[in-house]
Each structure stands twice: as structure tokens, then as C-alpha cells.
């Protein structure tokens, strides 16, 4: 297409060539390269000048009627294909290049009925015959039970999970003792706390980011509407009640298409742990930005502060601490309750975690050897909607967790009970092992603050690092709780019997009533200590037999 032909389509549209997005507030110009369909969302299609005119307008139209109905990364991602699309946008070579195709053929289809099918206004008179093509082709059904129990991207296994959780635990340590005098100690207590509040809330990066400090309040306290035309800001169930310091959250639905527009029906009671923790990042979130403004020479007293934090983000842009406010009536006019400004994209805090555990952790799984285990949002859904099932939920009660619809969960209630839990017994003993080889013993027993003791103080093991301890959760009492952990170092020497005589006395006792959490644990630790007595005999029988 020429640029004589751009500019007649420019006119024959002059007036009427403006669209609205999905996103609430953002319009786009349909000649132009440039769509801006939300924060920090935008649509590049310079690519497309290469078409004839006709194939041009028609496919712009398309896409430009689709996005009223789809997100961002959705149409980004339907964009894409309908770029290889083009082609083969001929019936006879479509219908050639679909049989070549496999994986691929669904997010073709899927493509199409996006551009012919979503929107009742326009349906691509281009497209629409390839759509009629391949519309009713059986392309199979995704099981998904198969998904949920893949290795790499579905379920975490009980090992992996434990390894995940105590990872974050120690890494939240050493990222809190910190000072927070510049960006990069600030991002990786961000990223830290992003992970932490996705566990315990099981909810989505696109909601996390969506968050403001006054989505958490203390129990007891209600949320109000700041958008008082808009009472979607009330979830219907808050919690008002606790005995201990708690906080609960209040989180946003995530696939409507606004932002911060619908809250979820119930808000989010915060464990007394994670909910200090929040405050201790409140804290470093606000002596930082404090230090950041006076750089501008912007003092704010305390209630200007309070107000200020209040409309910020949880997890913030970098460009916060960067902004240059020329004064402080400005610093309030860019943000509200209800702005995006400073808000993470959540594309960026998925990239924060994938490096925060692909180059800074190396996290161990016992089912995919040579590469790091990564915290995956999807993996975590999976993990916690299978251990529900398998302790017996309700279908209401398990789709209540991830805050879907019974129907999207019916995959975790169809998966048979010896799928849903296993100890890899294996990987139990390979990770004894590797104890006992990777550092001396008798270098640790230098060390009286490594010993780990027996109510009798008789010397059961040593810790690699003490300060991994100090906020331990274990549901077994130590020594007998200790053996599953990768700190623990087992003594060779040490009578390790009287511990699983013990736990075997526990799960005997408690697997008629017990919570099945409890149970598990038990399991895996019995499962650690067998192992290990097997091996402090082997290496006994070994060493007999080079003195004979």
C-alpha cells in the first residue's frame, strides 16, 4: 500500500476513525501504529503497511472491533498469529498450510474466531473463510489431569513445594536485613513479598499488581468504596474479628477488563506472620520513598505521608523512586485510589521472579534434574487446587481458593488419590547423601551453635547455617522435625531409631483424626529418617570392612 492510498483511507474514515479499548479510559486512532490500549499497554502494527489497501482496512477493522472484547495480552497475542496469517490468507494455501500444522492449530482457530466470530459489529470478510475452514474440525480435548500432574508445568510434588517454601523463607530473611538506601535492595524485598502474598492468597500476578496499600487494613476494619458510585469496591464477607495482630487484604477481580474494578466477594485473612511481615515492608516501602522525595525537596509530615501511602501501589514501578515532582501538590495530583500511575506491570513482576529464581536461587526438584526450580503462578495454582482436592474438599470450598467457578475445577476433583501424593523415596535418599558428603562433620562440631540436641542433649545432627532456623515453622519438634530439611546434617554416630519409633507412634495415633497436612509431613518425615538410618549403617559396614 502507497501512501496516496493511506492517506484516501485517512479521509474516507476522517471522524469515525476512533475506537474505544477493553480498558477503561483509552482510545486509539485506527491509521495509526501506535494503540495505546491501556497503562503501559500498547499494540505496535507498523508491520501491516506492507498489505494491499483493502486487506489493510479490513484487517484493522478487526482488530480494532476485538479489542473492546479482549485484554491486552490476548490481543497481543491473536495480533501475532494474524501476522503469520497473512501469508496464507488465500483459501486454497490456507487450507495447505493448516494440514503442516500441529501444536499450532489451535491458536490459529482461536486467532480467527477472535477477528470473524468476538465482535457482533464487524466480522473480517478476509478472515471469515478460513474461519469456515477449520471451525468445526475436532482438534481433541487437553486433559487435564495430565496437565495438572506434568512435570514441568504442572503440580509442584511434595518435595518441590517444601524446597519452594523454605527458599522463600530464607530469602525473605536476608532480604530484610538490609538498608534501604537505594532501588536494587528495595526490588528484591518487592519481588520477595509479591511471592509471599501469591502463595498465601493464591491469586494472580495481574490482581497482585493491581493493589494499593489501602486494600490492607487490619482485622476488624472495613473496606469503603473510594468510588462512592461504585460500591464493587466492598467485598460482601470481611473479616471483623481476631484475637492476634492480623491483616486481610483485599484483592480485585482479574479478567473483566478494568482495573481495580470489581472487588472479590471476600477479602483475604493474612496469616500473623505474613502480616508483619507486610508491615516491616511498609516501613522500608516508606523510609525509602521519604529518602527519595527529600532528593526533590519534598518533606511530607506524618499525615501526608499516611495519605500519600495510601493511594500508592504494593508493588511499585521503579519509576516511583525516579519521578522528579516539582512539588508536593503535584506528587498528589499524579496518583489516586483509583490510577495506574507507578503501578508494576504484571509482565514485569512475572520477569522479577523468573530471575529472582532462575540466576539468584538454586532451588532443587526431585523430578527434573540440571535446571533450577522457578516459582510459576500456574504450578502453584495446580499444587494447592490438587492438595485440596485430596483432602476432600467440597467443590465449592476448592474453586472458593483460586476465587473460579466449580466447573473450571472439576479437573483436580477427577484425578485419582494415588496421582494426587507421592514421596519420591529416591530423591529422599540421593538428598541424604549429598549431606553427608558436602561438608565435614567434624568442622560443624567447632561450632556449638550448630549442634542440634535430642531432649536428652544427646548430638543428633548439625545445621548448615543457624540463622536458617531462627524462623522455622516445622510441624515436627526438632531433632525429629529436622530431617527432611536440606540444613540438616544427620551425625553418622547418632542413634537415629528412638526418632522414627516416634513419628511412626505419631502417624499411628494421629491418621484417624489428624488433619491430612499433618499426616503428609509425618509421612515424609518418617520417609527421611528411614533413609538415613540405612545409611548410617551402610557407611558403619563400610568402614568395618576397610579396617579388616
Not at 403 to 424: C, F, H, M, W
Not at 454 to 473: I, V, Y
Not at 488 to 500: C, I, N, S
Request: charged residues 25%.
Amino acid at each position: 500500500m502507497n501512501s496516496i492510498e493511506f492517506n484516501e483511507l485517512i479521509n474516507r474514515y476522517a471522524g469515525t476513525s476512533t475506537f474505544q479499548s477493553k480498558a477503561e479510559g483509552y482510545e486509539f486512532d485506527l491509521f495509526s501504529d501506535e494503540w495505546v490500549l491501556g497503562y503501559k499497554n500498547t499494540l505496535y502494527l507498523d508491520w501491516m503497511h506492507t498489505l494491499d489497501s483493502d486487506v489493510f482496512l479490513d484487517l484493522r477493522l478487526a482488530i480494532a472491533h476485538a479489542a473492546k472484547h479482549y485484554a491486552n495480552n490476548s490481543l497481543n497475542r491473536y495480533v501475532s498469529t494474524l501476522k503469520k496469517l497473512c501469508q496464507y490468507l488465500d483459501p486454497a494455501t490456507f487450507e495447505a498450510w493448516w494440514l503442516t500444522l500441529t501444536d499450532y492449530k489451535k491458536s490459529t482457530r482461536d486467532a480467527l474466531y477472535a477477528f470473524c466470530q468476538k465482535s457482533p459489529e464487524y466480522r473480517s470478510r478476509i478472515l471469515t473463510p478460513l474461519y469456515d475452514l477449520v471451525k468445526n474440525e475436532n482438534l481433541g480435548t487437553k486433559d487435564g489431569s495430565k496437565s495438572i500432574l506434568d512435570e514441568i508445568t504442572g503440580a509442584y510434588s511434595e518435595i518441590e513445594r517444601d524446597n519452594l517454601l523454605e527458599a522463600l523463607r530464607i530469602e525473605t530473611l536476608h532480604a530484610l536485613d538490609n538498608e534501604f538506601i537505594d532501588t536494587r535492595p528495595f526490588t528484591r524485598l518487592r519481588t520477595i513479598l509479591a511471592c509471599q502474598l501469591m502463595v498465601a492468597i493464591i491469586r494472580r500476578p495481574t490482581q497482585l499488581v493491581q493493589l494499593k496499600w489501602c486494600d490492607l487494613l487490619r482485622v476488624g476494619q472495613a473496606f469503603t468504596s473510594h468510588k462512592e458510585h461504585n460500591r464493587d469496591w466492598q467485598p460482601l464477607t470481611q473479616h471483623h474479628f481476631s484475637d492476634v495482630e492480623q491483616l486481610h487484604l483485599r484483592t480485585f477481580k482479574g479478567k473483566d477488563g478494568g482495573f481495580r474494578r470489581n472487588a472479590e466477594s471476600r477479602s483475604h485473612r493474612l496469616d500473623p506472620d505474613l502480616s508483619e511481615l507486610l508491615l516491616q515492608y511498609y516501613r522500608a516501602y516508606e523510609t525509602y520513598l521519604c529518602t527519595c522525595l527529600s532528593q526533590c525537596n519534598i518533606a511530607l509530615s506524618e499525615s501526608d505521608t499516611k495519605a500519600l501511602m495510601q493511594r500508592l501501589p504494593l508493588f511499585p514501578d521503579q519509576s516511583l523512586y525516579s519521578a522528579k515532582f516539582e512539588t508536593k501538590e503535584s506528587l498528589f495530583r499524579s496518583v489516586s485510589y483509583t490510577s495506574e500511575a507507578f503501578h508494576l506491570a504484571s509482565g514485569s513482576l512475572i520477569s522479577n521472579i523468573d530471575y529472582l529464581f532462575n540466576e539468584k536461587l538454586d532451588i532443587k526438584s526431585d523430578r527434573i534434574a540440571h535446571q533450577p526450580l522457578v516459582f510459576k503462578n500456574n504450578r502453584w495454582r495446580h499444587t494447592q487446587l490438587t492438595l485440596a482436592a485430596w483432602m476432600g474438599l467440597s467443590p465449592a470450598q476448592v474453586a472458593a481458593i483460586t476465587g473460579v467457578t466449580v466447573q473450571s475445577i472439576q479437573s483436580y476433583l477427577d484425578l485419582k488419590a494415588p496421582e494426587r501424593v507421592k514421596i519420591n523415596q529416591a530423591f529422599a535418599g540421593n538428598s541424604v547423601i549429598q549431606r553427608f558428603d558436602s561438608i565435614s562433620s567434624k568442622e560443624l562440631q567447632q561450632h556449638p551453635d550448630f549442634v542440634v540436641k535430642s531432649p536428652f542433649d544427646e548430638e543428633m545432627g548439625h545445621k548448615l547455617n543457624p540463622a536458617n532456623c531462627t524462623s522455622c515453622q516445622s510441624k515436627g519438634a526438632a531433632p525429629m522435625g529436622c530431617y527432611p530439611c536440606d540444613n540438616f546434617r544427620p551425625l553418622e554416630t547418632a542413634d537415629h531409631q528412638p526418632y522414627l519409633d516416634k513419628a511412626e507412634r505419631k502417624l499411628a495415633i494421629n491418621s484417624q483424626s489428624a488433619h491430612p497436612a499433618t499426616l503428609k509431613r509425618l509421612q515424609t518425615i518418617i520417609t527421611y529418617i528411614r533413609v538415613t538410618i540405612a545409611l548410617c549403617e551402610e557407611r558403619k559396614i563400610l568402614k568395618v570392612g576397610a579396617q579388616i
